[in-house]
């Protein structure tokens, strides 16, 4: 690759088999080189090792998780509104949401580029996944972003945060979508491992579909968007692929640098492509590139392909065939066009001053042929590339401290002895940074950008408008407990979904397919992998029972310092619809005098709670006992509820538990609550799942009695709203603007 170096051809690759390459240099194993060797009968070339090593990285080829990921195959694809339309191995789920509207919704990682370069690397991962909304036809309406750093106090956390909420907001912001929802999680084992999930909504008629394949000989490939540059060359697919050492990443490619106002431009001017038919498949240009875009089109295809890689527009005129194939540079699309709509084609980029080339042409033969100068430097199955990489069973055993951790429960815990010592770990609790208030982030965001957000920021989930004449819309909610996941994967996974499934129920949507982004420490490891395959199986098992299709996702490995993984952090996506967006439910007390109701059963389950580690510094035991039949349940009775304007408020149970729940709904508008509890200390600590707080007015109270029996589920009128304090009967008294104000006043004081 160096300068002035003979290009290394196919015809010198044929002649000189015994050529040095730098294949480890490169993030290849011996036996994945030799593996590229017989697929070809002769050495790589240059450009081809370059492409062969971004398609096989571990971010790319999903070598070490695929053989798990296929039991989310035998999931049944229909939901309550029809068949799935599009699913597991597309650019993005799709989904039928009714009145002939589908949406297309998917979350993916940028968790190490995000790292070292934290606004860039967050940004770029925000543009990554529009684009493969767009790709499907549909537009972008809406993005969410899951976000886990380390310890509030740490450091590196004041380095990393800062710079990717600039990065997901101002990315975000320029291309005019709301930020509904996600997740903000500190935890010591993310210090150095930033998490930054970014997650996109859109919506398209069912016969604006598109899949990405090449096919029809003589069509044109056309690449479409910003010019190539050295920026982002290995990009994510190398950083993604190798765990960091204690002093940061070994490997440090350029993070691709990204341009909204350009991705703007890109997405309007794709509808307009779509709208006007002169495209037979569109694929964006992520993570490895033009090599990603070229073997995927080709290989989904139903011939070859050969380009003139010269022809690409270049920000660098010095970049070489290898570096042009590996860049990440960003705002890239590449689509099949037919001959006779090409004029049309190029017209419409032009009228969007978006730069567009032909690169080449589909063919009758079977392999992608790629030329530079007239000299061959490419000529591969395309299939090998894109979809038959290495596969890997790596060995997975539990970890040999699982069983003394499962054992340390919670129930050793001294408890509070005294009112006031209650009240001080109820306070504690709701200003301690995983549960304090996110403004100082979520502010950052613009949430009501097109006018057709519903629900957003803290709700439960995101709620956007789809038709304004139907007031169809759909909700959508990403949740992951890590500290439960480590206690148990497999149940930790489960309740991940479920609390998802429960956000989404009780804002008035009814939950149909998941999207999911698994982040785990290195595959290399068998502990990490034990983790890895007990979520995966407790994830396909749990969307199973709940009779939920799993549309897509993404896996996150190597995600560890040093020796040190992450908590295993499987998030999971649910996105439902909701039939009258007028009838939402959002979380605040609205009025005085109505009655608080809890539904569901509340357990002693304290183990990995959030009282545990906040007061305790604690995580050992087991998680709370999933049950999915009551979530479905809950859901259910969410649902009728919902439909016959039963309700004022709801708001789910989860991190935090009761107390927190309350705390929440007496912030929204400053109105109080008092409660009597059996228990007040496990009723306001546990996080028991399946249980929601609901406000009824007085005399709609005996008709939700009535329906959470029709449903089977445990209901308890536990107080009521008004005033300004929150009140535990027999326990304490607080003052809901100044517990509010210490609430808000935990992120901006750190950060300060």
């Known amino acids: 690759m160096t300068a002035g170096r003979q290009l290394d051809t196919v015809h010198l690759a044929s002649t000189t088999p015994d050529r040095a390459q730098p294949w480890a240099e490169l993030g290849l194993k011996a036996d994945e080189y030799d593996q590229i060797r017989e697929i070809l009968g002769r050495r790589p070339t240059g450009a081809e090792l ?61 968790n190490h580029p995000s790292y070292v370069e934290p606004h860039q690397g967050a940004a770029t991962g925000v543009g990554g996944i529009v684009r493969d909304i767009l790709a499907m036809g549909a537009r972008p309406v809406a993005v969410m972003d899951p976000l886990r750093f380390g310890a509030l106090d740490a450091p590196d956390t004041r380095r990393v945060l800062p710079g990717i909420v ?26 150095g491992n930033p998490l930054v999930n970014a997650l996109c909504v859109g919506v398209l008629r069912h016969e604006d579909l598109h899949l990405a394949f090449a096919s029809g000989v003589g069509n044109k490939v056309v690449l479409y968007g910003a010019r190539t540059g050295g920026d982002g060359i290995g990009g994510v697919s190398v950083l993604a692929s190798e765990t960091f050492d204690e002093g940061g990443p070994a490997k ?36 490895a590139g033009l090599s990603c875009a070229t ?87 395309p299939r090998s590339v894109a979809h038959d990489g ?17 054992a340390d429960v919670a129930e050793r815990l001294d408890r509070p002895q005294s009112a006031d010592a209650l009240r001080d770990q109820v306070v504690a609790v709701v200003t301690s940074p995983n549960m304090a208030d996110k403004s100082w982030i979520t502010d950052q965001y613009d949430r009501y950008v097109q006018g057709n957000t519903v629900l957003a920021q803290p709700e439960d989930a995101g709620i956007v408008r789809i038709d304004p004449d139907t007031h169809l819309g759909v909700a959508v909610s990403t949740d992951c407990n890590g500290r439960f996941a480590r206690l148990d994967p497999y149940a930790g996974a489960q309740l991940a979904l479920a609390e998802s499934y429960r956000n989404v129920a009780v804002a008035g949507g009814i939950p149909l397919a998941v999207s999911d982004c698994l982040n785990f420490g290195s595959p290399e490891n068998p502990d990490v992998m034990w983790q890895f395959e007990r979520a995966t199986h407790g994830l396909k098992d749990g969307c199973a029972e709940l009779g939920i299709p799993v549309t897509g996702g993404n896996v996150s490995f190597y995600n560890q310092t040093g020796d040190t993984p992450i908590l295993p952090t499987p998030v999971v996506g649910v996105l439902g619809v909701v039939p009258d967006v007028r009838r939402r439910l959002a979380q605040g007390f ?79 508008h400053g109105i109080g609550a008092a409660v009597v509890l059996d228990d007040a200390f496990v009723d306001l600590f546990s996080e028991s799942s399946a249980r929601a707080v609901v406000v009824v007015a007085p005399h709609l109270h005996e008709q939700l009695v009535d329906l959470a029996q029709a449903h089977g589920v445990p209901l308890a009128s536990i107080g009521r709203t008004g005033g300004s304090t929150l009140e535990v009967q027999d326990q304490f008294v607080l003052d809901v603007a100044e517990l509010r104000a210490a609430w808000a006043a935990t992120i901006p004081s750190a950060l300060a």
């Open 50 to 110: 370059a492409m062969y090593s971004v398609m096989w990285s571990e971010h790319c080829s999903y070598k070490s998780s695929k053989v798990h990921l296929k039991k989310f195959g035998d999931l049944p694809q229909e939901t309550p509104l029809g068949k799935t339309l599009a699913g597991i191995g597309e650019n993005a789920g799709v989904i039928d949401i009714g009145q002939g509207y589908a949406v297309t919704f998917k979350v993916e990682s940028h």
């Open 166 to 191: 600039s990065g997901v907001g101002s990315y975000g912001n320029c291309l005019g979508l709301p930020n509904i929802g996600g997740e903000v999680v500190f935890d010591d084992s993310y210090v």
């Open 252 to 287: 440090r490619p350029s993070v691709q640098v990204g341009d909204p106002f350009m991705e703007k431009l890109l997405i309007e001017c794709t509808l307009e492509l779509f709208a006007a038919r002169v495209v037979n498949g569109i694929q964006d240009l992520g993570g």
């Open 295 to 381: 073997s995927e089109l080709a290989s989904a295809g139903d011939g070859g392909m050969h380009v003139e890689l010269d022809t690409v527009p270049l920000r660098d005129s010095t970049l070489s065939p290898e570096e042009i194939l590996m860049s990440e540079s960003q705002e890239r699309m590449m689509a099949v066009v037919e001959p006779h709509h090409l004029d049309a084609f190029m017209e419409i980029c032009a009228k969007w001053d978006v730069e567009a080339v032909v690169v080449g042409e589909v063919t009758d033969g079977d392999h992608l042929v790629i030329d530079w100068h007239g000299e061959t430097v490419v000529d591969v199955p």
């Open 390 to 406: 290495p596969t890997y069973q790596r060995p997975f055993a539990r970890p040999a401290d699982q069983d003394a951790l499962q």
């Open 590 to 668: 609205t009025a005085g005098g109505a009655h608080i109701v809890l539904l569901g059963e509340t357990r002693e389950e304290l183990s990995g709670s959030t009282w545990a580690d906040v007061v305790h510094g604690h995580l050992g035991g087991l998680p709370p006992r999933v049950d999915l039949a009551a979530e479905r349940a809950l859901a259910e009775l969410m649902a009728e509820a919902t439909r016959s304007e039963l309700l004022e408020s709801a708001h789910d149970l989860s991190d935090g538990g009761l107390v927190m729940a309350l705390a929440e709904a007496t912030f929204a």
